[in-house]
């Protein structure tokens, strides 16, 4: 008796080991397959080449419109295949069941309507149908001012504001530090750039279509005479008078800090290192007495 008692018991702490090592998580660092080995979990399918996994879920949720590209397909009947661009009045031509209005349709509702009107036709018997979308076009967000390149870009998923400006080439040196986003409901709010690259959500904000995107030219100071580099600089952040003779490489051999003049609205006026620079500002660095 004691003897079976032993072996039920042992049999017990076995199951439940090998139950906690199926629970416990993966270690971190490891290689996907691996993780997912130890875990005993099936690697996921891979997706075709064309589109990742996720570009196709995102591409799921995306409510089609006028010149969208879809491409629609039913399992095992090659003949059904069409590739076909949303026309103005939110239709597409389909073999067998005609015209079709998709506007305002998802590839996840599509799918099941079309695959419905196909076994009710009598056309196929449980048909399984896909629809892909392949070109976005009827949501997209515009971008002006000073970024890489400006025009209408899509919005194929959720991006937030950061990710649109890069996708444009980012901005340009001489735009300013801050970027306006101005929703399709004429809300207008300031974002800063910097913050836009290191700051949380509520400092990049998700972009939705018909948002526009507007990064101005950076004020723009003006500086001569006895410096290294002179010429006209835009103005980043709370510049000072200080910032602007760094930023030109500082004063020539025979230059002098405290021979610098300012020209603000016409009038000269006292310089002091550490004041703020303005829009405008005209600085003119003279030589130092021997």
Request: no cysteine; hydrophobic share 40%.
């Amino acid at each position: 008796m004691m003897k079976v008692l032993m072996r039920l018991l042992g049999s017990v702490l076995l199951f439940a080991s090998a139950a906690a090592n199926a629970q416990q998580p993966a270690p971190a660092g490891l290689p996907p397959a691996a993780a997912a080995q130890i875990q005993g979990q099936a690697q996921p399918p891979r997706p075709p080449a064309g589109q990742t996994k996720a570009e196709k879920d995102l591409a799921a949720g995306y409510v089609l419109g006028p010149d969208d590209v879809v491409e629609i397909s039913v399992l095992g009947q090659p003949e059904f295949t069409t590739r076909a661009r949303i026309k103005a009045n939110g239709t597409i031509q389909l073999p067998f069941i005609g015209e079709q209005k998709i506007e305002g349709e998802t590839a996840i509702s599509l799918a099941p309507k079309l695959a419905e009107k196909l076994r009710t036709g009598g056309y196929y018997a449980k048909p399984v149908v896909n629809v892909e979308v392949s070109g976005f076009a009827s949501r997209y967000v515009t971008l002006l001012g000073a970024v890489g390149q400006t025009g209408l870009q899509p919005v194929d998923r959720e991006y937030r504001l950061s990710e649109v400006i890069a996708r444009a080439g980012g901005i340009r040196p001489d735009g300013a530090d801050y970027v306006t986003l101005t929703r399709a409901n004429g809300e207008q709010h300031d974002y800063n750039f910097e913050k836009l690259a290191s700051g949380g959500p509520e400092d990049d904000p998700l972009v939705h279509p018909g948002d526009k995107i507007y990064v101005p030219e950076a004020d723009l100071y003006y500086i001569y005479g006895q410096i290294n580099q002179p010429g006209q600089f835009p103005i980043k952040g709370d510049m000072t008078v200080r910032n602007v003779i760094a930023r030109s490489g500082g004063v020539t051999a025979s230059g002098s800090v405290k021979r610098i003049k300012l020209y603000r609205n016409g009038e000269e006026q006292k310089v002091d290192l550490d004041m703020k620079v303005k829009a405008g500002d005209v600085f003119t660095v003279g030589e130092r007495l021997f």
